[in-house]
């Protein structure tokens, strides 16, 4: 099942704070986070594992629950090179091990305003 | 380092005809993996591949669609015959994969943008 992600869309003015929600119905190993700008591939921000971790990345940072199986991404003091789409994507593991593949949100885009 | 590489960038052919879409994993990677992006749809996985061998193909919408990997360099994605609504952006993205789990990232090619007339 696709996770759901939380808003579809926001618009900032440069400077301000935003937080992206991302949810699953299925038991979660990791959520990867990717910003996509038009045009062009995803690019990778972070990986949350199972175990509540949060990471920090310039001044993007996330978290995950595990339990509610719930990841939220975290743009302080937005810029305007923030500007893109934002892309949960969710892997359950695979009992034998090795990599699973992703299933993605339908993104939630961002827009920073001068 | 190069990144994942995917060739052609773009293909606009006619509806019955063959499409075969390339990938060159980054060196190291062993795992390989094919999305197709649509607006309506979104970001969808499609195949993934550890260590040269096909895991999971349910994402593949029919068997019009096939995709190999002969060596752990290559991958190709192929559709036969194509259809209008086959018409997409398709991401092919490598991993490397150690252990049991992985906390490696996926690496994403530039895409073909694919337009079946």
């Known amino acids: 099942q696709q996770p759901v992600q939380s808003p579809q869309a926001v618009i900032l003015r440069e400077g301000e704070d935003a937080v992206i929600n991302c949810s699953s119905s299925?038991?979660?190993?990791?959520v990867h986070w990717y910003r996509q700008k038009h045009g062009e591939a995803p690019v990778f921000l972070m990986i949350?594992?199972?175990?509540?971790e949060q990471k920090g990345h310039e001044k993007i940072s996330a978290s995950f629950n595990e339990k509610k199986q719930q990841s939220s991404l975290y743009l302080t003091a937005s810029q305007l090179s923030y500007s893109g789409t934002y892309f949960c994507?969710?892997?359950?593991?695979?009992?034998?091990?090795?990599?699973?593949?992703?299933?993605f949100g339908k993104g939630t885009h961002l827009i920073i305003q001068p | 380092d190069a990144g994942v590489i995917q060739s052609p960038r773009h293909e606009v052919t006619e509806m019955g005809q063959e499409v075969t879409l390339r990938c060159k994993p980054i060196?190291?990677?062993?795992?390989l993996f094919w999305y197709r992006q649509t607006m309506m749809r979104g970001l969808e996985l499609l195949i993934y591949?550890?260590?040269?061998?096909?895991?999971?193909d349910s994402g593949m919408p029919e068997d019009r669609f096939s995709a190999k990997m002969p060596n752990a360099s290559f991958s190709t994605l192929k559709i036969q015959p194509s259809e209008p609504r086959d018409s997409a952006v398709y991401f092919c993205?490598?991993?490397?994969?150690?252990?049991?789990?992985?906390?490696?990232?996926?690496?994403f090619g530039d895409g073909t943008r694919l337009s079946i007339l």
């Open positions: 993205a490598s991993r490397s994969n150690v252990g049991r789990y992985s906390n490696q990232p996926q690496h």
């Open positions: 299925k038991a979660l190993y990791s």
């Open positions: 949350l594992l199972k175990g509540g």
């Open positions: 994507g969710t892997e359950k593991g695979r009992s034998g091990g090795g990599a699973d593949g992703l299933t």
């Open positions: 060196s190291g990677h062993n795992s």
């Open positions: 591949f550890n260590n040269n061998v096909p895991i999971d």
